[in-house]
């Protein structure tokens, strides 16, 4: 009773949760082709080089406390220890962020030209701004997941994209801003929001900072800056490839086989806002460890299903979505989507580390994982182009996703259901091939996506464990 409690607990958070990153994700679909007939494509580009420098920014100033508040959250003993915690949190987000604000202001023109901007320094003080703004914003928001208030914080979300949609539709549709009215947009829903929420929070944030806390949480957190940095690598570095040796029409073709298989992270994203704080309420080491198994089981099984719809159907889905030049994006689809459900696993796995606090060596399992997608997008890339890049983001998650059972289980072992994973998801992966390798017509792809629970029943996953092995050990009867 008391796991199936907990489940509910984290379904329905992560149902809340997911409410904010679906209104944001299906505005951004819908609202795409008012941006591209208003932007020219070298904006665009412009803005995606803003956006990846500021979230590689945003990784370094924030020194991994982002994560330590919520391990150290729930360690404290009463409400004075966590009223601590959260200003201590608050008051460096604050400093760092200001810092990088600074930074971004003074050297506007070095760093545009060092980013290839040209004289667009503009860019990079509203990419500073922006910053700025997004880093205190979920500081703030942080709070709302360890009170577990999933509702404050899907309002919070769903006003902030709601805000930005409109302001970014001022700037680019109606004043003709282009590129830097884009990037503005994108910061004034984040910037009223955090403005509410400073005026909401006030009576919580006093002028302390407990140093001894903040060295115990940089103790924690600053191993997690170079594995974030890896995976940061790992999602973005193989668009430079693909570049490198096959042009920009390839990383086009690319990105819509992206932006088609993250359909799955929409559910992802929502649950790994869920996960933290949730995983660290836990108390009783015995009941965390039995709730972490089963969260994988049933988390990877859900997630190769969503793979699986993605992989099977993929001509479909991009046709649906995109232009028909882009059709051979279906070739990358499934591949990515397996490697998006692999990286959910991970999530739930380096909770461990985590909650034993030994992340001192989760940059190692990263950082491995980071040099399998480089070596690989050297090999792959120059023969099978943006496909070769998908296998290589791919394998990079599934030597994450091992690297880190191997580390999590040697820190703070859990009773993982290996078995029914393994059935989960090679079912889904053998499915996926079916369909797409001998190319079957639309229905008989939909009849595999929806027989993939009752594949699952004729594998023995809903069987207990020890009744599976007593099974398998019985001969067939004639």
Do not use: C
């Not at 796991?3 to 997911?18: Q, S, V």
């Not at 830097?180 to 009223?192: P, Y």
């Not at 298989?261 to 015995?286: G, K």
């Amino acid at each position: 009773m008391r796991l199936g409690h907990e489940l509910k607990r984290l379904g329905r958070h992560t149902a809340i949760y997911g409410l904010g990153g679906m209104v944001s994700r299906i505005l951004a679909v819908l609202l795409l082709p008012l941006y591209t007939h208003f932007l020219p494509r070298s904006a665009y580009g412009k803005v995606e080089i803003v956006t990846a420098a500021t979230a590689v920014i945003a990784i370094l100033l924030q020194l991994g406390v982002a994560s330590a508040f919520f391990r150290f959250y729930f360690d404290a003993k009463d409400d004075a220890g966590r009223l601590t915690v959260v200003r201590t949190s608050f008051w460096f987000t604050m400093g760092s962020a200001t810092v990088g604000l600074l930074i971004g202001m003074i050297f506007a023109a070095p760093i545009a030209r060092l980013l290839g901007l040209g004289a667009a320094s503009n860019l990079v003080i509203a990419g500073a701004v922006g910053l700025w703004a997004q880093t205190n914003y979920q500081q703030l928001t942080a709070l709302f997941r360890v009170e577990e208030r999933s509702v404050a914080f899907a309002i919070a979300s769903i006003a902030n994209v709601l805000i930005t949609v409109a302001a970014t539709v001022l700037f680019v549709a109606v004043l003709h801003y282009g590129a830097i009215g884009l990037i503005v947009g994108n910061f004034t829903g984040t910037l009223i929001v955090y403005a509410v929420l400073l005026a909401y929070r006030h009576e919580q944030l006093g002028l302390e900072f407990d140093r001894r806390l903040f060295r115990g949480m940089q103790k924690f957190g600053m191993p997690l800056v170079p594995s974030a940095l890896a995976l940061w690598a790992i999602n973005f570095i193989d668009r430079e490839f693909i570049v490198w040796y096959k042009g920009a029409g390839e990383v086009g073709v690319y990105s819509v086989a992206i932006k088609v298989a993250s359909i799955i992270t929409f559910v992802m994203v929502a649950f790994r806002t869920a996960w933290p704080a949730f995983a660290y309420s836990i108390e009783d080491d015995r009941e965390a460890r039995r709730t972490y198994s089963f969260v994988l089981t049933y988390l990877l099984s859900f997630a190769t299903w969503g793979a699986l719809a993605l992989g099977a159907l993929a001509p479909w889905w991009v046709a649906l979505l995109t232009n028909p030049r882009f059709q051979r994006a279906q070739e990358a689809v499934g591949l990515l989507a397996f490697a998006f459900a692999i990286y959910a696993g991970y999530t739930v796995l380096a909770i461990g580390s985590g909650r034993a606090r030994r992340t001192q060596f989760n940059w190692v399992v990263t950082g491995i994982g980071a040099a399998v997608n480089v070596g690989l997008n050297f090999w792959l890339i120059p023969k099978w182009g943006m496909v070769g890049a998908a296998i290589s983001t791919l394998i990079a998650y599934v030597a994450l996703f091992v690297g880190m059972t191997i580390y999590a289980q040697h820190v703070y072992r859990v009773p993982y259901q290996w078995r029914r994973v393994v059935t989960a998801v090679g079912a889904g992966a053998a499915l996926t091939v079916a369909a797409r390798a001998a190319h079957l017509p639309f229905a008989p792809s939909v009849v595999l996506v929806a027989v993939y629970p009752l594949a699952l029943a004729g594998l023995g996953f809903y069987l207990p464990a020890e009744r599976a092995r007593i099974l398998r050990r019985v001969p067939l009867m004639r």
